[in-house]
Antibody
Framework: EVQLVQSGAEVKKPGESLKISCKGS????????IGWVRQMPGKGLEWMGI????????RYSPSFQGQVTISADKSISTAYLQWSSLKASDTAMYYC????????????WGQGTLVTVSS | QSALTQPPSASGSPGQSVTISCTGT?????????VSWYHQHPGKAPKLMIY???KRPSGVPDRFSGSKSGNTASLTVSGLQAEDEADYYC???????????FGGGTKLTVL
């Protein structure tokens, strides 16, 4: 069974750093892309960036370029999304999801990680 | 402002059909057959319902169907059931520089 299991909810202060994770199982982690999608409270979905764990090829949405860093450790089938200095506006639910190269839809999603940034 | 335009709400009674539209441009919806639809129940992750305009993943009931005409894609839910009540999001490939665009979402209410 394909599963993407994300790390738990986080509460942080503005200016702090954070790294959240997404562990894949039930499939070949290195042969599917992992994407990160933001959902701000009461709002829609926004793609942030993608990574191919097989070779760490990473692409960012223009809206998120320079704001976050996406990485992966294929030895433990885990992708990461990190911030160096959080802002209150980063408060959102973050989802990881996978897609197959050449396909442009996300077929499996993680359960989401809620990030709350508040002083 | 989302790149794709969806109506904020839609509704129908059990057993009826409802269609949700998703309007983009020739650079996304109209330019590629890579429209997908997701539904999201409150507090849950999105789930893929339709991909490549009209294909259904395994396990998705055939009550869900997708189509496209020009720059507008549509999702039709036939034989509405209570569990269909959810938020629905469309998405389209939009080129290699910015591959995904999403719609703002449509809240489907089963009356």
């Amino acid at each position: 069974e394909v599963q993407l299991v994300q790390s738990g909810a986080e509460v942080k202060k503005p200016g702090e750093s954070l790294k959240i994770s997404c562990k894949g199982s039930g499939y070949s982690f290195t042969t599917y892309w992992i994407g990160w999608v933001r959902q701000m409270p009461g709002k829609g979905l926004e793609w942030m960036g993608i990574i191919y764990p097989g070779d760490s090829d990473t692409r960012y949405s223009p809206s998120f370029q320079g704001q976050v860093t996406i990485s992966a450790d294929k030895s433990i089938s885990t992708a990461y999304l990190q911030w160096s200095s959080l802002k209150a506006s980063d408060t959102a639910m973050y989802y990881c999801a996978r897609f197959e190269d050449g396909n442009y839809y996300f077929d499996y999603w993680g359960q989401g990680t809620l990030v709350t940034v508040s002083s | 402002q989302s790149a794709l335009t969806q109506p904020p709400s839609a509704s129908g009674s059990p057993g009826q059909s409802v269609t949700i539209s998703c309007t983009g441009t020739s650079s996304d919806v109209g330019g590629y057959n890579y429209v997908s639809w997701y539904h999201q129940h409150p507090g849950k992750a999105p789930k893929l319902m339709i991909y490549e305009v009209s294909k259904r993943p395994s396990g998705v009931p055939d009550r869900f169907s997708g189509s496209k005409s020009g720059n507008t894609a549509s999702l039709t839910v036939s034989g509405l059931q209570a569990e269909d009540e959810a938020d629905y999001y469309c998405s389209s490939y939009a080129g290699s520089d910015n591959p995904w665009v999403f719609g703002g979402g449509t809240k489907l209410t089963v009356l």
